[in-house]
Every structure is written in structure tokens, then in C-alpha cells.
């Protein structure tokens, strides 16, 4: 029995059937291989400390400043003269070498926010620091791509809650922990599209599309999501097994182009350097895995990989062997066709401070302008609001 | 229609919902009398007041690690309030008050880490909840938990911080485009120094405030804080502002311009009186209409006091309430920020709608939770949405749920559950188990039409 047989005829559901009007009928796993480009967002949630991840070694203001929690100069991995990578993070220096990674320094945004929530809203939105946005950057691709292909999981989030950023206005992207998980809670949902219905409210009618899509999407992802063979190993922790999953499903052809995953852990205000350390190697394992595994199966010059957090720490250690919360932070692209490899820009000023904090010098707006043009190949305005000026790095 | 739906969507919208057996015993009453009984009973105020008033001492000679002990207890506090509150929206005395507190928390959305600070707000909201717009403003300048808010705190003559000012005129009263960055500007000079003391009392600090004229939305003056707030409440944008937002939120998140207007004139005419406006709008015709009925989208906070109030459902442990909480999206006194939560579908994704329609499952049931929360990355609030323990299920008395319906034939009690829990009729079709006693075919019927996409609607 085929499993869409399967699902039909289950009787293990603990309640009824679902009828749906039938112009809400559910989506049909379509057997199309994915040609287009993806995209990777990896969130580093809780502000992760920027300047003791890309270190400026020969800068004597960083050691000053942070007497018990510097990272010593002996064992930084220099990547060119002034800045080199947290000793754990050998993995991507593999990347930097390999000319897989470009690394952003002072990214951020104006006026900004040092509120956890606030500033990620304001990374997720894309939105001004005054401005209160309903919708997210990567929702709002969605709805703007709907006229040609309109499906919820054009987007998957590998996390059982939906972050803001996949939420568009008509499109919301899906969020699962795996394709096995989601599938089997949806399962239970059986759906029934044969019923002529007769008026319903339109929040109803979202209801039932919001059910069928999810039903179905899972359907689709469950039967065409193949188990594939890979040599490399990832992290057995959940953030490593979320970026196998995803390679999976890259490698399975989904047609899907965004994948979203968070690591969290990084609001270090005590005890930092352990804390920081573990997330580190957890998070350059993970990821080093994972382009390899895309390399290997010719998938990495169709992907890109952003990392971002939500803000840096102070510049300054504090009196807890942590760091509190700062502002402009780094963020890594990373691809197989970068036409800027190796740091996109200088180390940040730390002589030019504000009140302690760094001054950003990229706003995080343009690089998601240059992802959308490049890697997405959609408009910025729609998405944006305002134009952006491109950078040169795709 | 019946008047029964009619008492049943008034019940929902003004407060949580309503009682079987009060739902039986109303149905044929005329419906301005159950109205004028909603204002009656069912608007009592409870302050809630389980946090101390902390000892007054400067926070700024405390060690780091004392510091983070007071958070500590702190946050655990908070955590209390929650559940506090949670539970007084489901007691049917305070419910259309309650109901009016948490349209008023969503709309001055604020955050605070100190407990004290969080309760003394939340029963300044309660007070006013059904009060004088005009006096709930100006209280709530002046709330201590607002003012470090929105780092009114900070808001210097010499050095004017305006964060306060631009909310107050953005999110609290007109709305965008309905003032300059200079009316922002000027604004924030007459709020310097408001701010407040160790105490968690509010204190004009005279020699921080600025004095000199102000030009403030065509006016100019010496103007303080409260003669800025007197201007916003002269200016008919106000009135506007706030019906549309009630009207989204009590009636239909589809607004009708006309009946807007019509009720921000009838608001500016009383003063800013909210009870009025109550009564005005559930006692008009439109409000009753079909389209009316069954459309708005059940915030999480009103689901789970849906679930309170029908079931009197209880966990063994108050951390499961969190838990729902954070994993729907909506926790008590937490807003993601000034602007509050965004409700309607947003409340909807495909995740939140599958543990929607689990849930049931997983509190009347014996499921395992294989669903956790996100981490929202702050250190300071971890562990506030972790789940207590590998499962959700409640403590639900099934023979008082059962007992109201003992008189009724089985095959009725399908039927009568379904009026009195949903809205709308679902089109799902509930599994025949007819040969069952009577308290397992309630309980199954239970869970079949609170796991349907017409229970996160009323």
C-alpha cells in the first residue's frame, strides 16, 4: 500500500474526520526535482560575543578591556594578520582556507536595540529600529514568490515553533524537528476534500488551509525525504542532527528553498568562556559537516549559509567573567561561489566606540538585499520596503 | 438566529465564554437583560497582590551575586503573577474586567524584571479596565514599570530621551501619521524628568525637567507631561485609534469605517468612558449579525482560560501553564515588545495550529509531549517556557462535567455540547460511540470538538 493510501484509510486517528470544502483541496506531491538556489539561515539566539569568536590579536584595546576573558594570542587560528578564529572553531578555518567563507566584521543596524527580543524581532522583520513589523523578511519572500509557487513549505524551519522571520502575510513557512516527527503528529489530522461547503468565514477558511497544507506538506515531505548515505559525521547533539537533516532533505531534491536553524545558548553575562567555547566547536562541527556532505553531493554551489545573531557583547568584560550585551556583531556567508572570499571588510574600531560599544558598519539590510537579488532572485523592494544598496560578494 | 447564540457570542467576546448550566438557565431571557447581568456580576474587581512591596534600599550597593539572587526570586515571582492572573480570568465574577485588563496589557504592552513593579501595573490596568480612558493614560505615564519601559528614566533636560513620547503617540493613542518627529521631540521635553525611585514610586525630579516652551501639535505653552496628554486626548485621532482597536478585538478583525466613527464620536462625547462603549457596542444589532459570529481567532491566553472555565482543568504542576504558553506564543506578561502581540491569524501557523489540535489529546489523555519550546536566547528567562514533565495531562473532574448532563438523552449531548462549546458547527464528523457509558461518550465528544479548528474560534 502506497502511504498516501495509507494515510487515507488510517483509522488510528483519535478524532473524526475533517471535512474541507473542496476548493481547499489538498496539495499533491508533485514529483518535480528542485533546479532553483537555496538558502541556509543558521541564528545564533542569545547575542553571541563576535569579538572573542573572530579575534583581533594584535589589538591591545581587546586585551585590555577583557583581562580574564581575552582569548590569548598563542592559541587564536590566525586567518590573515590582525584577526583569527575562536581555537575552537578549527572547522572553519578549513572553510576560510578552502575559500568557502566570507566573513562580515561590524554588521548591524542604526539606533540599535539591546533587548534579546527586540533586536532579534528587528534582524527577523528587517524592520528600523522604531518600526514594528508584523511580517518577516523570509514570510514576506514567501509572499512574494506565492504568484509563481505558492507553498507553505517553500520554507521549513527545523524547530517544532514557527520564528517570525518565516511568517509572510499569506505564506507562512512550516516549522518540524524531522520529516518522521511531522508526519506522524499530522497523520492523525485525517482531512477529507470531498464536501461541497457552503459559506464559511475567512478565518475559518485560513484554518482549514493552514490544516490541509500542513497535512499535506508533511505528506510530501514524509514520502519524497530518502535517507542518503554520507561519510561525514555530524555532531550527535540537536543542533548537529537539525544541519543533517537538512542536507538530507537537500539531497532528496525538496523542493524547498529556505532552511532555517537556531543554535542557542550564547547570553553569556557569567562564566563565558566555557559556555562559548562548547557552542562554538558545537556550531563549527555542525556546519563543517554539512558543507561537505553539499560539496560531496554537488549541492553547495546551489546553497548559501548566513549565520547571524541578534547583537555582539560589550567590548568590555564584566564583573561576572561574562560579557552583557553590545550592538554591531560579525556574520559568515559561506558558498561554493563567493566573489569575496576571506574578510569583506577591515576588524571593527575599537578606538572609535560608542559608550562602549562598537559602531556598526554594515547594515545587516544590505546583505539580505544582495541574498535576495543574487541568491533568491527576487526583488528587494517588495521585501524591504526601500532599496538597499548591493554588496559584492555573490 | 436563537437568542441563545446570541447570549453564547456575547458571553465570548465580553468575557470567557460561559457556564453550561448558566448557558441552559439564560437561554430564553431577553438579551438586554443578560447584558445589563454581564455588567452587574460579572465585573468585580480583584487586585491581585501576592508579591511583597520590596524593602526600599539602592540596588546599586548590592553584589553581583546578591543582585542576581533578587532576579532570581524575582523572575519566580513574575512567574507566580502569571499563573495568578491566568486563573482570576476564569472565575466568572471578574471575567469582563479580566477580559478588559488583557486588552489593556496587549495595548500598553510593557515588560519588567522586578515583580512588584509588574503587579502594581497589572492592578492599575484592573482598576481602569472598565474606567476612563482619559485617567488610564495618565496613570499609566506616570506607572512606574512604563516609565523603565520606555527609558523615561533616562529622559534628561540636558540630554532628552524619547522613547516614551514616541510610543505614547505611535502605539498608545493616534497612531502613525498623525504627529511629526518635532511633535516626538517636543513631547519628550515635557516628560524629563518623570521617572521614579527606589521605592517603585513615582517622582517628578524637578531639577531634570525642562521648563521652557513647548510647540506641541500646533500648540505652544509651557507644557509638562500631563498637559501633552490632555492635547493627545483632545485630538478626535485618539478616539479613532483606540474604537478601531477594540472594535478588531471584541468584533471582527474585518472593521467597519462607519460603525467606527459612529462609536469614536459616542467615546469622545463621554469622556473616554470604556464602559460605555462596552455596553454601546453589545447592545447594537451589527454586533450580533452572522458575520459577527464565530470569526475571531482565539489568542492563546483565552484559549487556555476557555479550557479553565469549561473543564475546570488544573495541572499538577503550574509550569505546564507556561509551557503552553510560550509554545503558542503568548505569555502573561511577557509581550515580545511595546507594540504588543499581534493577534488574528497571526496566532496561526501550521505549528501552532497542529498543537492546537493535539492538545486535547495530550491534557485529557495519557500522550507524551515529544514538542518542545524555543529558546529565546535570553539567560535571564530560560527555563520559563521549559515543559515540568514528560506529559500534559490535567486534572479534570469528569463526573462534574458529566452530571450536567445526566438529564439529557445520549443522543442529545453530542448536540448540546457542541452549542455550548463552539461557535460555529464544525464540519468534522464526531465518531459514533453510542454504546458507551454516558461519562466516557462525554468525554470523547470533548475531545473531539475541542481539537477541531472551530474550538480556536469563537
Known sequence: MKRREFLKQSALASVGTWLIPSFLKAFDGQNTNFEGKRLIIIQLSGGNDGLNTVIPFENDIYYNARPRLAIPKDSVLKLNTEQGFHPAMSKMKQLYDEGLLCIFNSVGYPNPDRSHFRSMDIWHTASDSQEYLSTGWIGRFLDTNCEKNCKAFSAIELDDTLSLAMKGEKVKGLAMQNPEKFYKMAKNKKINANISHHHIHENVEYLYKTLTETVSSAEYIYEKNKIQKTNLEYPQNEFGQRLKTISQMIKSNLDIEIYYASLSGFDTHVNQLNTQERLLGMYSEAVYSLVMDLKQSGHLDNTLILTFSEFGRRVAQNASLGTDHGTSNNLFIIGNSLTKKGFYNQAPKLNLLDEGDLKYEIDFRNIYATILKKQLHTSQQSILGKNFEELYFL | ?458
Not at chain 2, 492572573?85 to 465574577?93: D, F, I, N, V
Not at chain 2, 540630554?159 to 518635532?182: D, H, I, Q, V
Not at chain 2, 454601546?280 to 487556555?304: A, C
Request: charged share 30%; net charge neutral; proline share 2%.
Open chain 2, 1 to 458: 438566529m436563537k437568542e441563545q447564540q446570541k447570549i453564547q457570542h456575547l458571553y465570548f467576546r465580553a468575557c470567557f465564554g460561559i457556564d453550561f448550566n448558566e448557558l441552559e438557565q439564560q437561554k430564553d431571557k431577553n438579551l438586554k437583560k443578560v447584558l445589563k447581568e454581564v455588567f452587574e456580576k460579572n465585573s468585580k474587581i480583584k487586585n491581585i497582590e501576592i508579591v511583597e512591596k520590596p524593602k526600599v534600599e539602592n540596588r546599586n550597593n548590592l553584589t553581583e551575586q546578591e543582585k542576581r539572587l533578587l532576579r532570581k526570586g524575582s523572575r519566580q515571582k513574575i512567574k507566580n503573577l502569571n499563573i495568578a492572573w491566568l486563573k482570576q480570568m476564569a472565575e466568572p465574577e471578574y471575567a469582563l474586567r479580566e477580559k478588559m485588563t488583557l486588552f489593556w496589557h496587549n495595548h500598553f504592552a510593557c515588560k519588567t524584571q522586578i515583580a512588584y513593579l509588574a503587579q502594581k501595573q497589572n492592578n492599575l490596568l484592573r482598576k481602569h479596565a472598565l474606567g476612563k480612558f482619559g485617567d488610564l493614560l495618565h496613570e499609566i505615564a506616570k506607572d512606574s514599570a512604563m516609565l523603565q519601559f520606555l527609558n523615561n528614566q533616562q529622559n534628561r533636560k540636558e540630554k532628552p530621551n524619547e522613547n516614551f513620547a514616541r510610543e505614547l503617540m505611535e502605539l498608545f493613542t493616534l497612531g502613525r501619521g498623525n504627529y511629526s518627529e518635532k511633535d516626538i521631540k517636543e513631547a519628550a521635553r515635557a516628560f524629563t524628568g518623570w521617572g521614579f525611585d527606589f521605592s517603585g514610586e513615582y517622582v517628578f525630579r524637578e531639577r531634570q525637567h525642562d521648563f521652557e516652551s513647548k510647540m506641541f501639535l500646533g500648540k505652544t505653552g509651557n507644557f509638562n507631561g500631563n498637559d501633552i496628554i490632555d492635547i493627545i486626548l483632545e485630538n478626535p485621532q485618539t478616539a479613532n485609534f483606540i474604537v478601531k482597536k477594540l472594535y478588531i478585538n471584541l468584533v471582527n478583525d474585518k472593521f467597519d469605517e462607519a460603525i467606527v466613527q459612529e462609536l469614536a464620536t459616542f467615546f469622545r462625547k463621554t469622556d473616554y468612558d470604556i464602559k460605555a462603549l462596552l455596553e454601546k457596542i453589545f447592545s447594537s444589532d451589527w454586533f450580533y449579525e452572522q458575520k459577527n459570529i464565530g470569526t475571531h481567532i482565539k489568542s492563546p491566553i483565552e484559549l487556555l482560560v476557555h479550557y479553565q472555565k469549561f473543564f475546570g482543568l488544573d495541572f499538577e504542576d503550574d509550569r505546564s501553564w507556561l509551557f503552553i504558553q510560550k509554545v503558542l506564543g503568548q505569555i502573561l506578561l511577557y509581550p515580545p515588545n511595546v507594540a504588543g502581540w499581534q493577534e488574528g491569524k497571526n496566532w496561526i501557523d501550521s505549528s501552532s495550529l497542529l498543537f492546537r489540535m493535539t492538545l486535547p489529546d495530550l491534557i485529557f489523555g495519557q500522550i507524551e509531549v515529544d514538542f518542545n519550546s524555543k529558546d529565546d536566547g535570553d539567560a535571564d528567562t530560560e527555563g520559563l517556557g521549559k515543559r515540568a514533565a514528560k506529559t500534559l495531562q490535567a486534572k479534570v473532574d469528569w463526573s462534574k462535567i458529566t452530571k450536567q448532563f445526566l438529564v439529557h438523552p445520549q443522543e442529545e449531548i453530542a448536540e448540546k455540547l457542541q452549542v455550548w462549546l463552539l461557535s460555529l458547527k464544525p464540519t468534522n464528523i464526531l465518531e459514533n460511540t453510542q454504546s458507551l457509558s454516558k461519562e466516557v461518550f462525554t468525554k470523547n465528544i470533548i475531545r473531539q470538538l475541542t481539537a477541531s479548528p472551530e474550538f480556536q474560534l469563537c
